[in-house]
């Protein structure tokens, strides 16, 4: 556990700092535990008037059965765009509640109709299990636009951290599995990289909420020991090459041992002519949403919302 000297030497802004002893928990046998109680905060967390919170039970990878949650305006005289969204949590943990309310304000401010997928989780779901069932989400809100009441030409995708990967990984299956595009991707510090090498990842071995010891632990538990043959599914920086994919926004922390992959994930995109907006917060942590008051987070979600409707408005113009 890092002590508050070593906390110092980061300039990490004090309202994230209030965390510098909270871990994401990759162990085993408490992630069921830890699961059951954060599936209980989130469905129990409101949103604000003028939203519309609905489920939607549909067939995962291989028939298993998973949930979406469904947050749409309440007042609207057209089919909407669509985000479907995969949220973080190393692949290992259920949504927090502070992330639903993030995704409202997707929905009301853009507007736009947001599915949160309750993809299958590890330690027992390892991949591709995760990542075929956010592809089944994604495929599913495709083919029932329709009765969702969404502009199926304006379906973008999007998740934080483990998430990222989980987007990232989405648009590839489309794209190699002759589907439809997502318009647009949204990603937030995301996991890109198994390989673990940029200097970020070497540096920040003790930083709040996450740092490299625990993402090598979760990269063991997702690729079954992380030995193998290189999967560019799982660990997009070592995709071939990323031409077809989506115009991007991406957005990393400044004490995030992803960030230099985050970085330089946008960079390979830049190189196959994929449009990409990156923008690098600063005195920030891992996760720093949890912080929903903070001046930093309030900035970040509004320009989050601002590319949706920017993305969605290209969209609508038959541009992607």
Same mark, same amino acid.
């Given at each position: 556990?890092? *002590?508050?000297?070593?906390?110092?030497?980061?300039?990490?802004?004090?309202?994230?700092? $209030?965390?510098?002893?909270? &871990?994401?928990?990759?162990?085993?046998?408490?992630?069921?535990?830890?699961?059951?109680?954060?599936?209980?905060?989130?469905?129990?967390?409101?949103?604000?008037?003028?939203?519309?919170?609905?489920?939607?039970?549909?067939?995962?990878?291989?028939?298993?059965?998973? $949930?979406?949650?469904?947050?749409?305006?309440?007042?609207?005289?057209?089919?909407?765009?669509?985000? =479907?969204?995969?949220?973080?949590?190393?692949?290992?943990?259920? %949504?927090?509640?502070?992330?639903?309310?993030?995704?409202?304000?997707?929905?009301?401010?853009?507007? !736009?109709?947001?599915?949160?997928?309750?993809?299958?989780?590890?330690?027992?779901? $390892?991949?591709?299990?995760?990542?075929?069932?956010?592809?089944?989400?994604? &495929?599913?809100?495709?083919?029932?636009?329709?009765?969702?009441?969404?502009? /199926?030409?304006?379906?973008?995708?999007?998740?934080?951290?483990? /998430?990222?990967?989980?987007?990232?990984?989405?648009?590839?299956?489309?794209?190699?599995?002759?589907?439809?595009?997502? !318009?647009?991707?949204?990603?937030?510090?995301?996991?890109?990289?198994?390989?673990?090498?940029?200097? *970020?990842?070497?540096?920040?071995?003790?930083?709040?909420?996450?740092?490299?010891?625990?993402?090598?632990?979760?990269?063991?538990?997702?690729?079954?020991?992380?030995?193998?043959?290189?999967?560019?599914?799982?660990?997009?920086?070592?995709?071939?090459?990323? *031409? /077809?994919?989506?115009?991007?926004?991406?957005?990393?922390?400044?004490?995030?041992?992803?960030?230099?992959? /985050?970085?330089?994930?946008?960079?390979?995109?830049?190189? !196959?002519?994929?449009?990409?907006?990156?923008?690098?917060?600063?005195?920030?942590?891992?996760?720093?949403?949890?912080?929903?008051?903070?001046?930093? =987070?309030?900035? *970040?979600?509004?320009?989050?919302?601002?590319?949706?409707?920017?993305?969605?408005?290209?969209? %609508?113009?038959?541009?992607?």
């Amino acid at each position: 556990m890092a *002590s508050g000297t070593q906390m110092n030497k980061y300039d990490i802004h004090p309202d994230f700092l $209030k965390y510098k002893r909270l &871990k994401l928990p990759m162990n085993a046998a408490i992630l069921p535990v830890i699961n059951f109680f954060l599936t209980r905060a989130f469905y129990r967390a409101e949103v604000p008037d003028g939203l519309t919170e609905t489920r939607q039970t549909i067939a995962g990878y291989q028939g298993a059965s998973i $949930k979406l949650t469904v947050l749409s305006p309440a007042i609207r005289d057209k089919a909407l765009p669509a985000l =479907v969204y995969f949220h973080g949590g190393a692949f290992a943990m259920q %949504s927090a509640p502070y992330l639903k309310r993030i995704a409202a304000n997707y929905s009301l401010k853009t507007p !736009c109709v947001v599915l949160l997928a309750d993809y299958r989780l590890l330690p027992k779901a $390892k991949f591709p299990i995760g990542l075929e069932d956010c592809y089944a989400a994604y &495929k599913w809100v495709n083919n029932n636009s329709d009765k969702l009441e969404i502009d /199926g030409s304006r379906i973008a995708v999007g998740g934080d951290s483990a /998430g990222g990967a989980l987007s990232i990984g989405v648009c590839m299956l489309a794209r190699d599995r002759k589907a439809r595009m997502p !318009c647009f991707q949204l990603l937030v510090y995301p996991v890109t990289d198994r390989r673990q090498t940029t200097d *970020s990842m070497k540096r920040f071995t003790d930083t709040p909420l996450w740092n490299s010891k625990l993402n090598a632990k979760m990269w063991r538990m997702y690729l079954k020991g992380g030995q193998g043959e290189a999967n560019a599914y799982a660990s997009p920086a070592e995709a071939a090459e990323f *031409s /077809g994919m989506p115009p991007t926004y991406i957005e990393t922390a400044e004490y995030d041992p992803l960030r230099d992959e /985050g970085i330089a994930f946008a960079g390979a995109l830049r190189e !196959c002519g994929v449009p990409v907006e990156l923008h690098q917060t600063c005195r920030t942590i891992h996760g720093f949403e949890i912080a929903e008051k903070n001046e930093i =987070v309030i900035e *970040s979600i509004e320009r989050r919302v601002e590319m949706l409707r920017k993305a969605f408005a290209w969209c %609508s113009v038959g541009r992607h």
